[in-house]
């Protein structure tokens, strides 16, 4: 793997509400839900349309549209480690992911969610959302990082050049986002931290 590659694998692993929330009607005959979006009234978002695109096109395999999603900086990394071929045969990270579908979405006050994102990344940009999401995941190997079913981590978006991109998608400690209220209130979001770290390595 390139050094490129190791960084964005690196930045790529770490880490009530007045917010917008939305959720995608799940169909029980189906692997995953089908597409059926109930909205609040602030539902068509610019922010939230990137998040749903980014994660279609995940889920359809248009792994060459996944870096426009992301800021530029970023971007550049997210192509270098998706291009890499090491990368690919081993599966790595996002290319891990076989399918991927936004189920819910709650944009959080921003004064909280801030203490649980590096903003050394994301400090430059003036206007920013950070969004707690669960996605259903299908992956082709689990590790504590991609699990199968359900999946809980923020996604930052900020406003560059009037659009809004992706800056990060950390993963938090959900058990405090519960604690705290800001959660879902699912039994797979209670049981979320403890699926995971069966894939811990010490």
Known sequence: ???????????????????????????????????????????????IGVMEGYFNDINESRRANV????????????????????NQEKKLGLLNIRKARLLKWKELPYDYAEGYVPTRYIDQYANKKIFYVAVDYMVF?????????????FVVLVLESDNWRIALIPHVPVNSIISDGYGFGTKDEKTFVERRLKFHIQ
């Open 1 to 47: 793997m390139n050094k490129s590659g190791c960084l964005f694998l690196a930045l790529f692993c770490t880490l009530i509400c007045e917010g917008i929330y939305g959720t995608v009607i799940a169909n029980s005959d189906q692997p995953f839900p089908s597409i059926g979006e109930s909205y609040t009234e602030d539902g068509n978002n610019p922010a």
């Open 67 to 86: 870096d426009k999603w992301y800021v530029k900086e970023e971007a550049k990394l997210m192509r270098s480690f998706l291009d890499d071929k090491e």
């Open 141 to 153: 190997h689990e590790d504590e990082y991609h699990i199968n079913g359900i999946n809980y981590f």
